[in-house]
């Protein structure tokens, strides 16, 4: 069968993914108010089945998709009970006692075209370099709990180099885009769906959805669908069969409790992953609580023992009882199939260790736009959207696998299987090639680029045997003059910083929940 026109967008399932598709597509899609709207956007959502809505961590990228709906920023996290986040802190994963921070933004300078590590490496080997971490505002300012927006003003400054993204509460996120969407025409449904119709051809399925049928009894009907389902994947793979790709044997973790507790002072603007014996917590702290919760494996801790550990390593009281989630880390084998595509946790699951769950969906949405049919369906944007996504997906799953794999712990069964566990070609080969001479490359479009790599693997204990060549061209005394300005123009610009507290209060503090 085929479609001559894709008009009726059904999206289904609310929460976060939901409601950015919902808020995107409204402001991509449809005429200002008051002319016809060329598609119609309906959401489907019910207050039957629960969201999983935690503390959100996020990364810089989801500054330009709020820009593009036209949200202001300070609005935005006043909505949210939002607050800022510089980078992540690592603790305990390189080894136990060990901590880090992968701060947004570079470390240091490139100089004479070469990449700052190898000047720094040349300088280590003659014991004459600082900590590597010392060279970036956005890893010496954190843990200080300091925090202001770039100075367009000060060009040439690292305080114009400042980069940031938010914690805010996924909920009222998802609250904040609905109340977008709905003033843009986007209809909202309240419906628990019992039953998934699709097209037939000579008696047999077609493989293309027709309609929804719910509880009600009544028929939503749609020309192109968005399954926003979470887990569940109700239209990508309880009905079209998309597949599963399991990568449970490279991140073993399949369990997560989660809770929030009291909030603590001075909020510090990283978010928080610390090492345990069978998995990670992480410590996200909001303007009203800070969320927790505690990844693990089951197959090296028991539930009963992981929720102990979590409410054992509050920084405050627990404000609700711990709340379960169980999943597969993996990926659909296909992302897009007929009329449906998948976005969020019904397309693929990966753990929240570097933060890159709500980007999945900002970039899916993009891909969607740039692929969106005109007339009927194509198979070649098809291929290639679901190749795009695969790309994505497999270079951010090397990029957190390398956290567990670069370990030197050996104090666990669990942290022993990540040691020693064969991992991706493609991971192996970034890290033999740091390993080498230090030097690091950012592949097609893969979202972490060469810093973010740098300060993961050095911080996870990664050493070169040497560096480049040509970073031995320049006197040893100038090149450490040179590094020596970096750090110390970068503890001065967070010596004027505010405290992350004081520049919230001055400029998007939430009213009381």
């Known amino acids: 069968m085929t479609l001559k026109a894709l008009r009726r967008i059904v999206i289904v399932g609310g929460g976060t993914a939901g409601w950015m598709c919902a808020a995107a597509l409204s402001k991509l899609m449809q005429p200002e108010q008051g002319n016809q709207p060329l598609w119609q956007i309906r959401v489907l959502e019910s207050d039957e089945i629960g969201i999983i809505g935690v503390g959100e961590a996020t990364i ?4 330009s998709f709020n820009a593009v709906l036209g949200i202001a920023e300070d609005d935005f996290l006043r909505a949210t009970q939002g607050t800022f986040k510089l980078g992540i802190e690592f603790v305990n994963w390189g080894g136990l006692g060990q901590r880090y921070v992968h701060g947004f933004g570079a470390i240091g300078q490139a100089l004479d075209g ?32 300091k925090f202001m927006r770039p100075r367009a003003d000060m060009a040439g400054s690292p305080l114009a180099e400042i980069a940031h993204a938010f914690h805010f509460d996924a909920n009222l996120y998802a609250r904040f885009l609905r109340q977008h969407a709905e003033q843009r025409q986007v209809q909202r449904t309240e419906g628990r769906i019992v039953e998934v119709l699709q097209h037939a051809e000579q008696g047999q399925s077609s493989g293309l959805i027709s309609g929804l049928r719910l509880a009600s009894g009544e028929v939503v009907e749609g020309d192109f669908f968005i399954d926003c389902s979470g887990l569940r994947a109700l239209l990508i793979e309880q009905t079209l069969h998309a597949g599963f790709e399991d990568w449970s044997h490279w991140l073993p973790a399949d369990r997560a409790w989660a809770v ?22 992480w410590r996200i702290p909001l303007q009203h609580r800070t969320g927790n919760g505690h990844v693990f494996s089951s197959a090296f801790m028991e539930e009963g023992a992981a929720a102990d550990l979590l409410l054992s390593k509050l920084d405050g009281e627990a404000l609700a009882e711990p709340r379960l989630v169980k999943f597969r880390t993996g990926r659909r084998k296909q992302f897009w199939v007929g009329n449906c595509v998948a976005l969020g946790l019904a397309s693929g699951f990966m753990e929240p260790l570097e933060s890159t769950s709500i980007h999945l969906i900002q970039t899916a949405i993009t891909r969607l736009m740039d692929l ?5 369906l194509d198979a070649a944007d098809i291929a290639s959207y679901n190749r795009q996504t695969q790309f994505e997906y497999e270079r951010i799953r090397d990029f957190i696998i390398l956290h ?46 060469e810093p973010s790599w740098l300060q993961v693997m050095h911080g996870q204990g990664l050493r070169p045997r040497a560096y480049h060549p040509l970073a031995d061209v320049r006197p040893l005394a100038q090149v450490q003059d040179w590094a ?14 505010p405290m992350q507290g004081d520049f919230i209060a001055a400029n998007c503090a939430a009213p009381p929940l």
């Open 484 to 497: 020596d300005n970096i750090r110390e123009v970068v503890q001065r610009c967070v010596g004027v910083m």
């Open 260 to 281: 929030p507790c009291a909030s603590r002072q001075p909020l510090l603007p990283f978010t928080r992953s610390t090492a345990h014996s069978a998995g990670w917590q």
């Open 372 to 376: 969106f049919p005109r007339q009927g």
């Open 60 to 63: 810089p990228a989801i500054k």
């Open 404 to 449: 567990y794999k670069a370990t030197r712990r050996d104090d666990s069964p669990f942290w022993n299987y990540c040691r020693e566990m064969a991992v991706p070609d493609s991971l192996l080969e970034k890290m033999e090639l740091y390993r080498s001479n230090g030097r690091i490359y950012r592949e097609a479009n893969e979202l972490f680029w």
């Open 114 to 145: 070469i990449a700052f590590q190898h000047h720094w490496l040349r300088l280590q080997a003659h014991g004459r370099a600082g900590d590597l971490f010392d060279y970036s505002i956005n890893t010496v300012a954190p843990l200080q709990g």
